[in-house]
């Protein structure tokens, strides 16, 4: 059924080779490549050994946030029993990629992916069964499954709809590997899979419910066997450690479904079941729904664009809102009516079929959460004209335009995608036990994370009721990193994430680039505990809800603090922790490098040089092999640059940052490199960072500058860091 070899094997070369650096010809650089043009490596056609459950590929450097050109295999290589070979295929600049289901799409178009196809090889131990399933890519214990031992029986015969498509021909669908690590669908190879989290979402919900329509067994058995294979695939990823899919706008769906059915199919209990079996990992029908009141009288909400993971909203102005009347929907800096359009447009809609196929399945407990079931349950049966009327009013033209056209019919409840899969509701749904009304029934203590409830604060008064309260200093976990929010006042919060503890090589080599003997000599420092690290330098609008100013030349409230002092900063420091009860400070030396390198060792978090597309400096000077860009001669808003590893932005230039310690003319050797705090005196601090002024070699990570503690530029300011509990 795969193609596999049997240990040991060498692998000489791919076809097409893959292509690296110089290879790539100008013309197959694409848009997205061409803003990082200055540290752009090139890769094509690139193939990965043993790919890692994580966000992390090597495929092809057109794959925006997830490549990683470490991991990619060069040949000759040798494999042994349990690996796996992905090679791909690049897509060429302008080339139109195909697929069975929603097809069409070129590299550097949206968010479409530049890889074209993608295949496994396995390597095993012994040669398989003629009946044998791939084992999954990222399974290195190999797992055999045996299409013999799929459980036929299982699937009902239900009476087929009109429009339904062939089991045969919609098999093609998953006839390819679905290699998908990353996400937004920047990783997933054009014509091996569909792009879009909402066409995912309802392929596979089409495939298992057309596997419980009545159509001959052997014309099933080819969608049965592709389709459980998909699911191998990921559960092999999933029980490896990858964190899963969760729901962003429209991206997310899908990815459970095919491991539940395959599980289910093959007997495997802890893959039938994936979120019993690691309940972190995340899925987008399970996080973008929620139990909780909804303005509307239902019992079960949409929990937003990017929904709810554990019990915390990743993104605060982009979580649960249907709690709320529309008229509040897009206070106080939210933006619940984007929410709402990929509510009616992009998820529910990729939802029923799924929902349907595992009703009829009984497979409700396996899956794991019951509000999802409900939720469409809702889709399908609330009435939502007149709901539709009332969002109208406070919408934009354009969604109030989609809301009351009759003819616009996907964007209003009930709509399922495709016509057969509605037609199948209608005439399925009822099969089971489950009743079809569960999201108008009360469901208690699961709606206290979504907010006031609408049936005690009356609509009138809930906009004062939510300006009136002042959240206290908490923390919530963001995807698989911790933040601490201080609460500054009712309107103003400081971020902060957390940093593990480790041990790294502090300083800079004596061959690098720019390098001053202080930078030296290099050691080993261990920090033995994590702590918090503000996401951002400390901006005016902060400083002035601390301190009631904010001495500043270049004015904007989200611009960094500067012309204050390394006293200033320590007072601030003081005062914010009397304010919000945790001891805040400025971070040692070598806490700033520790953070600022996030697990590198070049002289840049972003490798070998820096350009102005990466961070604020005076951009005329060049690093490295790195080319010349742009000096703007002041202050940016913070964050306006990608975040490092660790998910801390403007590390390198805006404005040099303070640190605690005494400024030393080099380290010393002999003192403790276990949390070292610096020399005991001194009559400078140090600073880190370099800033807007500043050329490239004084941005560096290992670059070192001083002042005297009350010294104050328009290239200074600070960010706090509070040890972790």
Same mark, same amino acid.
Request: charged fraction near 25%.
């Given at each position: 059924? !795969?193609?596999?070899?049997?240990?040991?094997?060498?692998? +000489?070369?791919?076809?097409?080779?893959?292509?690296?650096?110089?290879?790539?010809?100008?013309?197959?650089?694409?848009?997205?490549?061409?803003?990082?043009?200055?540290?752009?490596?090139?890769?094509?056609?690139? =193939?990965?050994?043993?790919?890692?459950?994580?966000?992390?590929?090597?495929?092809?450097?057109?794959?925006?946030?997830?490549?990683?050109?470490? &991991?990619?295999? *060069?040949?000759?290589?040798?494999?042994?029993?349990?690996?796996?070979?992905?090679?791909?295929?690049?897509?060429?600049?302008?080339?139109?990629?195909?697929?069975?289901?929603? =097809?069409? #799409?070129?590299?550097?178009?949206?968010?479409?992916?530049?890889?074209?196809?993608?295949?496994?090889?396995?390597?095993?131990?012994?040669?398989?069964?003629?009946?044998?399933?791939?084992? $999954?890519?990222?399974?290195?214990?190999?797992?055999?499954?045996?299409?013999?031992?799929?459980?036929?029986?299982?699937?009902?015969?239900?009476?087929?709809?009109?429009?339904?498509?062939?089991?045969?021909?919609?098999?093609?669908?998953?006839? @390819?590997?679905?290699?998908?690590?990353?996400?937004?669908?920047?990783? !997933?190879?054009?014509?091996?899979?569909?792009?879009?989290?909402?066409?995912?979402?309802?392929?596979?919900?089409?495939?298992?419910?057309?596997?419980?329509?009545?159509?001959?067994?052997?014309?099933?058995?080819?969608?049965?066997?592709?389709?459980?294979?998909?699911?191998?695939?990921?559960?092999?990823?999933? @029980?490896?450690?990858?964190?899963?899919?969760?729901?962003? &706008?429209?991206?997310?769906? /899908?990815?459970?479904?095919?491991?539940?059915?395959?599980?289910?199919?093959?007997?495997?209990?802890?893959?039938?079941?994936?979120?019993?079996?690691?309940?972190?990992?995340?899925?987008?029908?399970?996080?973008?729904?929620?139990?909780?009141?909804?303005?509307?009288?239902?019992?079960?909400?949409?929990?937003?664009?990017?929904?709810?993971?554990?019990?915390?909203?990743?993104?605060?102005?982009? #979580?649960?809102?249907?709690?709320?009347?529309?008229?509040?929907?897009?206070?106080?800096?939210? %933006?619940?009516?984007?929410?709402?359009?990929?509510?009616?447009?992009?998820?529910?809609?990729?939802?029923?079929?799924?929902?349907?196929?595992?009703?009829?399945?009984?497979?409700?407990?396996?899956?794991?959460?019951?509000?999802?079931?409900?939720?469409?349950?809702?889709?399908?049966?609330?009435?939502?004209?007149?709901?539709?009327?009332?969002?109208?009013?406070?919408?934009?033209?354009?969604?109030?335009?989609?809301?009351?056209?009759?003819?616009?019919?996907?964007?209003? !409840? &009930?709509? *399922?995608?495709?016509?057969?899969?509605?037609?199948?509701?209608?005439?399925?749904? =009822?099969?089971?036990?489950?009743?079809?009304?569960?999201?108008?029934?009360?469901? /208690?203590?699961?709606?206290?994370?979504?907010?006031?409830?609408?049936?005690?604060?009356?609509? $009138?008064?809930?906009?004062?009721?939510?300006?009136?309260?002042?959240?206290? %200093?908490?923390?919530?976990?963001?995807?698989?990193?911790?933040?601490?929010?201080?609460?500054?006042?009712?309107?103003?919060?400081?971020?902060?994430?957390?940093?593990?503890?480790?041990?790294?090589?502090? $300083?800079?080599?004596?061959?690098?680039?720019?390098?001053?003997?202080?930078?030296?000599?290099?050691?080993?420092?261990?920090?033995?505990?994590?702590?918090?690290?503000?996401?951002?330098?400390?901006?005016?609008?902060?400083?002035?809800?601390?301190?009631?100013?904010?001495?500043?030349?270049?004015?904007?409230?989200?611009?960094?603090?500067?012309?204050?002092?390394?006293?200033?900063?320590?007072?601030?420091?003081?005062?914010?922790?009397?304010?919000?009860?945790?001891?805040?400070?400025?971070?040692?030396?070598?806490?700033?490098?520790?953070?600022?390198?996030?697990?590198?060792?070049?002289?840049?978090?972003?490798?070998? %040089?820096?350009?102005? #597309?990466?961070?604020?400096?005076?951009?005329?000077?060049?690093?490295?092999?790195?080319?010349? /860009?742009?000096?703007?001669?002041?202050? %940016?808003?913070?964050?306006?640059?990608?975040?490092?590893?660790?998910?801390?932005?403007?590390?390198?230039?805006?404005?040099?940052?303070?640190?605690?310690?005494?400024?030393?003319?080099?380290?010393?050797?002999?003192?403790?490199?276990?949390?070292?705090?610096?020399?005991?005196?001194?009559?400078?601090?140090?600073?880190? #960072?370099?800033?807007?002024?500043?050329?490239?070699?004084?941005?560096? =990570? *290992?670059?070192?500058?001083?002042?005297?503690?009350?010294? +104050?530029?328009?290239?200074? &300011?600070?960010?706090?860091?509070?040890?972790?509990?």
């Amino acid at each position: 059924m !795969q193609i596999y070899l049997v240990a040991p094997v060498k692998i +000489k070369a791919v076809n097409p080779k893959t292509l690296v650096d110089g290879e790539v010809s100008k013309d197959q650089i694409d848009q997205h490549e061409i803003r990082r043009i200055n540290t752009l490596r090139p890769v094509r056609n690139g =193939s990965m050994l043993n790919p890692p459950a994580a966000r992390a590929v090597a495929f092809d450097s057109g794959i925006r946030n997830w490549f990683r050109r470490e &991991g990619l295999a *060069a040949f000759p290589l040798n494999m042994k029993a349990g690996d796996s070979l992905v090679s791909t295929v690049s897509l060429k600049v302008g080339e139109v990629s195909r697929f069975a289901y929603h =097809s069409g #799409g070129v590299r550097d178009h949206h968010d479409n992916c530049p890889i074209k196809v993608a295949a496994v090889l396995t390597c095993v131990a012994a040669p398989l069964p003629a009946d044998a399933f791939r084992p $999954g890519f990222c399974d290195r214990q190999a797992t055999i499954y045996l299409a013999r031992n799929l459980r036929r029986d299982l699937l009902p015969r239900l009476e087929r709809v009109a429009e339904a498509p062939a089991p045969v021909a919609f098999a093609e669908v998953f006839q @390819k590997p679905w290699v998908n690590l990353g996400f937004f669908g920047f990783d !997933q190879p054009m014509e091996n899979m569909p792009h879009y989290g909402q066409w995912v979402g309802q392929a596979v919900g089409n495939a298992a419910l057309l596997l419980c329509l009545d159509s001959p067994a052997a014309e099933k058995e080819r969608l049965l066997i592709n389709f459980v294979q998909v699911g191998i695939d990921y559960w092999s990823a999933i @029980k490896n450690g990858h964190p899963g899919w969760e729901g962003w &706008g429209g991206h997310g769906s /899908g990815r459970k479904l095919p491991i539940v059915f395959a599980g289910h199919m093959l007997g495997d209990e802890r893959m039938a079941s994936p979120t019993k079996a690691f309940p972190n990992a995340l899925f987008g029908e399970d996080t973008q729904t929620r139990y909780g009141r909804s303005w509307t009288g239902a019992r079960v909400v949409f929990a937003g664009h990017s929904g709810i993971q554990g019990n915390v909203a990743p993104q605060k102005n982009r #979580g649960p809102y249907e709690h709320l009347h529309p008229s509040q929907w897009d206070k106080n800096g939210q %933006t619940n009516f984007l929410s709402e359009a990929y509510r009616r447009a992009n998820t529910s809609c990729a939802w029923i079929a799924q929902a349907l196929a595992l009703r009829i399945l009984g497979l409700e407990a396996r899956w794991n959460h019951d509000a999802f079931f409900d939720y469409v349950d809702r889709w399908m049966t609330e009435d939502d004209a007149e709901h539709r009327k009332v969002i109208a009013r406070f919408a934009s033209a354009n969604t109030a335009a989609s809301l009351l056209d009759p003819a616009r019919t996907w964007f209003h !409840q &009930g709509y *399922a995608g495709e016509q057969w899969v509605k037609l199948a509701w209608e005439k399925h749904r =009822s099969v089971g036990t489950a009743p079809t009304d569960g999201w108008r029934k009360d469901h /208690g203590e699961h709606a206290a994370m979504l907010g006031p409830d609408p049936a005690t604060t009356p609509r $009138g008064k809930q906009q004062a009721a939510d300006e009136s309260e002042v959240a206290p %200093t908490g923390i919530e976990t963001v995807a698989d990193r911790k933040r601490l929010v201080l609460r500054l006042d009712s309107e103003v919060t400081l971020t902060l994430v957390l940093i593990p503890a480790g041990t790294f090589v502090m $300083g800079s080599p004596e061959s690098q680039e720019g390098r001053s003997t202080n930078e030296g000599p290099q050691r080993k420092v261990t920090l033995s505990k994590p702590f918090f690290m503000g996401v951002t330098e400390v901006t005016q609008k902060q400083y002035a809800a601390v301190m009631a100013k904010a001495p500043s030349h270049f004015k904007g409230k989200n611009r960094p603090v500067e012309q204050v002092c390394w006293n200033d900063a320590v007072e601030f420091c003081k005062k914010l922790s009397a304010k919000t009860g945790r001891a805040v400070r400025l971070p040692t030396e070598a806490e700033w490098e520790y953070a600022c390198r996030a697990g590198t060792t070049t002289p840049f978090h972003t490798g070998e %040089t820096i350009t102005s #597309g990466l961070a604020n400096y005076d951009g005329t000077q060049a690093y490295g092999k790195g080319r010349a /860009g742009k000096f703007l001669r002041r202050t %940016t808003p913070v964050g306006n640059f990608s975040p490092n590893a660790f998910g801390i932005n403007d590390m390198h230039g805006n404005v040099g940052e303070w640190c605690i310690d005494w400024f030393g003319e080099k380290y010393d050797v002999g003192a403790d490199k276990t949390n070292p705090k610096g020399p005991d005196a001194g009559t400078c601090r140090v600073l880190r #960072g370099g800033s807007w002024y500043d050329g490239p070699r004084n941005c560096r =990570s *290992a670059s070192r500058y001083w002042l005297a503690p009350d010294g +104050k530029l328009s290239d200074f &300011g600070f960010r706090v860091v509070v040890d972790s509990k």
